[in-house]
């Protein structure tokens, strides 16, 4: 008798529980691991928790610190996470590992509404692994009265334009030569690639298993690449040097061009902006009937997902996320800010809203239209090659670096008289002095600098 009424009590009890609406919903939240690079990760939180309020008011968002997401370059996806942004460069290792669930052609909203190369880049066969959110490519800013730049069709071109050794220090002195990032191995390995498919149109990528195996003539592009800056602009990897720090000097009148990605925009003065033109940058001087290689963060749902019964709520997040209502929220203007991320969004709805009142998004749409592009992945063996070969890749790519560095001088440079002996003895154990030296900012911040023949390596 006794176990009769607790199975009653247990049957009102899940019938009260169904008539309030108190149901597995509404027990549930989803993880989310956005991809953390960009410049206002905060409004993409915000965008996706307004939006999906609308979607699913009674499922709760859980976003995973930035700290423990790294968008897949060294992390694997953290369990927890139904859904989660990467790099795509890993797309073919995710699916390996069985980390990406299948989406069918029917679940994805606006399927239509994506740029080529970003859709076609995520499915296998009949089914999609992720939903693209972002786009992006190795992009040349240069101030669009600059005619040589504007003009120039390869990379020899650039570099007749440019020049080489055009400065030693940090900051160029004024507007002369080229900045960029050649700091990190990853960051290294890609534009390896990036530069050799350019070469040789060859994709998949071909992926050198040794040092004897990399393509000579792209480590020479590379190394031609870092002579157009200086060592210390591309390679400085201290800790106050911020992710868009180089798009803030660029703004500030130093340097003559920036080789960066769109997003570096949200970092230069609106004066700047009105002023810029870019393009994809050329990486050899290969003729350019290769495709074009693009970058892309894609959103993946955790196989996981299935096991804890939240997989259907997570592709509704996932395309909650990539839709143009919620990314145009995401990388638009916002309260806080006036101007946009100018990060390079997948749908061409959203290019075409926000060029209506950021005339640049129309600029940064005009790259993509009738080009042939391709998204930038590597093989199911990404992250492995990665960690075999980015730092051979990095250190071949500075080998016998000819245009010197600035060294703090041992004492203040009253004036050319002292120089050759300050800048001597400074420079004794640096290769020599190369003649130069400067009291003037940039260069020079805290003290006077000599310029000296050996860069320190790696």
């Known amino acids: 008798m006794k176990k009769l009424i607790n199975v009653s009590l247990t049957l009102i009890l899940a019938l009260a529980i169904s008539l309030l609406g108190i149901g597995e919903a509404s027990a549930t939240e989803l993880h989310v691991a956005l991809y953390p690079y960009v410049p206002r990760l905060e409004q993409f939180q915000t965008a996706i928790q307004a939006e999906w309020q609308k979607v699913q008011p009674e499922v709760p968002l859980n976003f995973v610190p930035a700290e423990d997401w790294d968008g897949g370059y060294s992390n694997n996806p953290p369990e927890n996470a139904d859904v989660y942004v990467f790099d795509a460069m890993f797309f073919d290792y995710f699916r390996s590992q069985n980390w990406l669930e299948p989406i069918q052609a029917s679940e994805i909203n606006n399927l239509e509404d994506f740029v080529e190369y970003a859709i076609d880049g995520v499915k296998v066969g009949q089914e999609y692994y992720a939903i693209p959110q972002l786009g992006c490519a190795n992009i040349l800013f240069y101030h669009k009265?600059?005619?040589?730049?504007?003009?120039?069709?390869?990379?020899?071109?650039?570099?007749?334009?440019?020049?080489?050794?055009?400065?030693?220090?940090?900051?160029?002195?004024?507007?002369?030569?080229?900045?960029?990032?050649?700091?990190?191995?990853?960051?290294?390995?890609?534009?390896?690639?990036?530069?050799?498919?350019?070469?040789t149109g060859q994709y998949p990528f071909l992926l050198p298993e040794n040092e004897s195996q990399l393509n000579s003539q792209a480590i020479d592009n590379m190394q031609e690449l870092l002579g157009m800056a200086s060592y210390e602009n591309a390679t400085d990897q201290?800790?106050?040097?911020?992710?868009?720090?180089?798009?803030?000097?660029?703004?500030?009148?130093?340097?003559?061009?920036?080789m960066g990605y769109t997003e570096a925009m949200s970092n230069m003065s609106e004066n700047t902006r009105q002023n810029i033109g870019f393009k994809?940058?050329?990486?050899?001087?290969?003729?350019?009937?290769?495709?074009?290689?693009?970058?892309?963060?894609?959103?993946?749902?955790?196989?996981?997902?299935?096991?804890?019964?939240?997989?259907?709520?997570?592709?509704?997040?996932?395309?909650?996320?990539?839709?143009?209502?919620?990314?145009?929220?995401?990388?638009?203007?916002?309260?806080?800010?006036?101007?946009?991320?100018?990060?390079?969004?997948?749908?061409?709805?959203?290019?075409?809203?926000?060029?209506?009142?950021?005339?640049?998004?129309?600029?940064?749409?005009?790259?993509?239209q009738g080009q042939n592009i391709i998204m930038f992945k590597v093989n199911d063996q990404s992250r492995s090659w990665l960690n075999t070969m980015k730092n051979s890749i990095r250190e071949n790519a500075r080998e016998d670096y000819s245009c010197g560095c600035d060294y703090p001088a041992i004492e203040p440079i009253l004036n050319n008289t002292y120089a050759p002996w300050i800048c001597g003895d400074t420079c004794a154990d640096h290769g020599g002095w190369n003649g130069q030296w400067s009291n003037a900012y940039p260069a020079a911040q805290e003290t006077s600098v000599c310029g000296c023949n050996a860069c320190p390596l790696p």
């Not at 201290?238 to 798009?247: G, L, N, P, T, V």
């Not at 009142?357 to 005009?366: A, E, I, K, Q, T």
């Open 145 to 199: 009265e600059d005619a040589a730049i504007a003009n120039a069709t390869n990379l020899d071109q650039i570099q007749n334009a440019l020049s080489s050794c055009t400065y030693t220090s940090e900051i160029p002195p004024d507007i002369r030569g080229m900045m960029l990032d050649m700091a990190g191995g990853t960051t290294n390995a890609t534009l390896y690639l990036d530069i050799a498919h350019s070469l």
């Open 238 to 258: 201290d800790d106050s040097i911020k992710s868009y720090q180089r798009a803030d000097w660029f703004s500030d009148g130093w340097g003559r061009a920036l």
């Open 280 to 368: 994809v940058m050329p990486l050899s001087d290969q003729d350019q009937s290769y495709p074009e290689v693009f970058y892309a963060d894609v959103i993946g749902v955790n196989t996981t997902s299935e096991e804890r019964g939240t997989r259907d709520l997570a592709v509704k997040l996932a395309n909650t996320m990539a839709a143009s209502t919620t990314m145009i929220a995401s990388i638009g203007a916002d309260a806080s800010h006036p101007y946009p991320q100018y990060l390079m969004a997948t749908r061409p709805t959203i290019f075409q809203t926000l060029e209506k009142s950021f005339p640049l998004y129309g600029d940064m749409f005009r790259l993509i």
